[in-house]
């Protein structure tokens, strides 16, 4: 079974509007933390943002948002005032347990900012 | 500056001629990994290492294998190449934080290798 779902593999946003990408994941661990990946074209892989299954706020890194609900099992990622670099691929990953630095990842959605 | 280093970036060779990818971090992190992204899968997991001398398979390590001899250094090794082997490679590091802090993963560049 996948452990992290993305449903939607491509998605476009108007510049300068806001854009929620979806993600959903799957554990028994009480103990887990989830994480958003950017993929510009270029092809490195950015690190946008964290969110501990303990956290009681939702984590927010500049335009960058999380919406995560905890029952429901999903961590959706909210980009505020799109912009044309915001054009990429989307990564949603999990780590399971404390003792573990190991992550699975979602497929990815791909984003494009229209002018 | 921090960084993790693979080589090569693009590679094209053929069918079961040996090679190796390196990769070196310089934060010093117990935790390095290496992954597969092919589209419409995401990254999948080949091996990890959680300290030296300690490696173990992920979800597809078939054809491929790894060595920790030096906390900082991860070469992944394909022994005998196939096409289903094409693909974008990463390397990845964390440190290995037993207060569960968020430890995110640190990726190289990537390696782009095409076997014919």
């Known amino acids: 079974a996948q452990k992290i779902t993305q449903t939607q593999p491509g998605m476009f946003v108007q510049e300068k509007e806001a854009v929620t990408l979806d993600c959903t994941y799957d554990t028994s661990d009480p103990s887990y933390g989830l994480f958003w990946y950017k993929q510009p074209s270029s092809g490195e892989m950015i690190f946008l943002i964290y969110?501990?299954?303990?956290?009681?706020q939702n984590a927010t890194e500049g335009r960058y948002s999380l919406n995560f609900q905890k029952a429901r099992k999903s961590a959706n990622l909210v980009i505020s005032a799109s912009q044309l670099g915001d054009s990429a691929m989307y990564f949603c990953?999990?780590?399971?347990?404390?003792?573990?630095?190991?992550?699975?990842f979602g497929a990815g959605t791909r984003l494009t900012v229209k002018p | 500056e921090a960084q993790v280093t693979q080589n090569p970036r693009y590679l094209i060779t053929v069918t079961g001629k040996k090679l190796t990818v390196t990769c070196s971090q310089n934060?010093?992190?117990?935790?390095m990994s290496w992954y597969r992204q092919d589209p419409g899968l995401g990254l999948r997991q080949i091996y990890y290492?959680?300290?030296?001398?300690?490696?173990d398979k992920g979800d597809v390590p078939e054809g491929y294998k790894v060595s920790r001899k030096e906390k900082r250094n991860f070469p992944l090794i394909l022994e005998s190449p196939s096409p289903n082997q094409t693909s974008l490679y990463f390397c990845a590091s964390s440190p290995h934080d037993r207060q569960a802090g968020r430890n995110e993963q640190f990726f190289g560049p990537g390696t782009r290798l095409t076997v014919l």
């Open positions: 934060m010093n992190h117990e935790y």
């Open positions: 990953a999990m780590r399971e347990g404390l003792n573990n630095n190991d992550m699975r």
């Open positions: 969110q501990g299954s303990y956290d009681q």
């Open positions: 290492s959680m300290n030296v001398e300690v490696t």
